[in-house]
């Protein structure tokens, strides 16, 4: 086992940390929404370590890119796609993040980083599905 295989790995357990993330921060932010909880600071870091997880995915991801494209003396077309579809995926986490972070009202708050999170992960799967799916 290479370098590059430690780092897909640790690459692909991220992604489902980001997945899990994402999955809590629908709930929260649906719930704060329908008057079932209350926004609470957690909200804030639930973006944030949401987006901190997507960043370091596109980190892996560049340097598996990287490296797999000097061990194999080729750069394939579909890691270039995977990689620029899921980095507008991660801009959409964080344009709304900062779109929210600069909110009062909590409820439009709460809204603003629910669409976040949907938008940017819809826009992720697009990019996953890109190079075969979530079963690598």
Do not use: C
């Not at 921060?25 to 926004?39: F, K, N, P, T």
């Not at 986490?93 to 980083?113: C, N, P, V, Y």
């Amino acid at each position: 086992m290479n370098v590059i295989d430690v780092i897909v790995g640790v690459h692909g357990l991220v992604r489902w940390l980001v997945v899990l993330v994402a999955a809590i921060a629908i709930v929260r932010y649906a719930l704060i929404l329908a008057g079932r909880a209350q926004a609470s600071g957690m909200d804030r870091g639930l973006m944030s370590g949401y987006t901190g997880l997507l960043d370091l995915n596109v980190l892996l991801g560049l340097i598996i890119i990287v490296g797999l494209s000097i061990s194999a003396g080729q750069v394939l077309p579909v890691w270039l796609v995977h990689a620029v579809t899921n980095i507008i995926g991660v801009a959409v986490a964080h344009i709304f993040a900062q779109r929210a972070k600069k909110m009062e009202d909590a409820q439009l708050k709460a809204r603003t980083s629910l669409l976040g999170v949907v938008i940017s992960i819809l826009i992720i799967v697009v990019g996953v599905a890109l190079i075969g799916g979530w079963a690598r």
